[in-house]
């Protein structure tokens, strides 16, 4: 039977026993070549850009970034094993999604289980819808409480609350905070989906609101209008829009 390639591994947990024991378990493959360790998300992310490794041990609950943040920023040729303390969210979303992932507390039959699993269709790690595991893994009711900036070479963190507005530009998101904007990989959609609809509002086709920023409404046309922001930036709110918007405002009560 020959001999399976070579996977180079990251192993990425900010638990230094969890690493040594992955470790272990990765030394009863003489094919897994561990070429790094991280303690926690923004490492990860560094060290997954130097290395370039073919296979990410990830642990989902990781200061400074989580692992859905750390794959939102990496390139997705990395096949993923999920670690995870018992999260009913988050293996839903694993086994919804057909994600291989190992709950701790881990043991060597099952991590052999989860490698088999990744080699089993072409003998390397396979890809996966990550923003549809992100959605899945979201308790009802939970929203995104920061979104993650890909910058050039930095890493942004902007708070939820500080966002103004989002504007669809193609495949991204521009993201305006005050007089800073910054471009996003994702879909407007995919972003609606994990803001606080008791927060944000869907004004227009290409624009999302954040309804605190808002001073006053003004007709631009006939059908539409144009919302005044406090910063006194201007965001078009389509007839849909407005019933939106409407209806958000009668939430706030009086």
């Known amino acids: 039977m020959p001999r399976p390639p070579e996977l180079r591994v990251l192993i990425a947990d900010d638990e230094a026993p969890a690493r040594e024991l992955l470790k272990e378990f990765c030394q009863h493959h003489p094919d897994l ?34 692992g859905f943040e750390v794959l939102e920023l990496l ?13 009913q969210y988050a293996v839903r979303a694993f086994e919804v999604n057909a994600v291989d992932y190992l709950l701790k507390p881990i043991t060597q039959g099952r991590f052999d289980a989860a490698l088999a699993k990744v080699r089993s269709h072409t003998g390397v790690p396979r890809g996966f819808d990550f923003r549809a595991l992100v959605a899945a893994s979201r308790p009802v009711g939970v929203y995104a409480e920061r979104l993650v900036i890909k910058d050039g070479a930095r890493i942004e963190l902007l708070s939820v609350q500080e966002l103004d507005y989002a504007r669809a530009q193609g495949d991204y998101v521009e993201l305006v905070s005050g007089k800073k904007s910054w471009l996003k990989e994702q879909t407007l959609q995919d972003l609606e989906t994990s803001l606080d609809p008791a927060r944000f509002v869907r004004v227009h086709r290409s624009f999302i609101l954040n309804g605190e920023r808002l001073a006053r409404l003004e007709p631009m046309s006939k059908d539409s209008k144009v919302a005044i922001l406090k910063t006194g930036a201007q965001v078009p709110v389509s007839q849909t829009g407005m019933q939106k918007l409407a209806h958000w405002l009668t939430q706030l009560g009086p």
């Open 33 to 66: 070549i561990v070429v790094g360790e991280a303690s926690h998300g923004l490492m990860t992310v560094k060290l997954a850009q130097e290395l370039q490794p073919q296979l990410l041990l990830l642990d989902v609950q990781m200061p400074k970034l989580n």
């Open 75 to 87: 390139d997705q040729q990395q096949g993923v094993i999920f670690t995870t303390a018992h999260d």
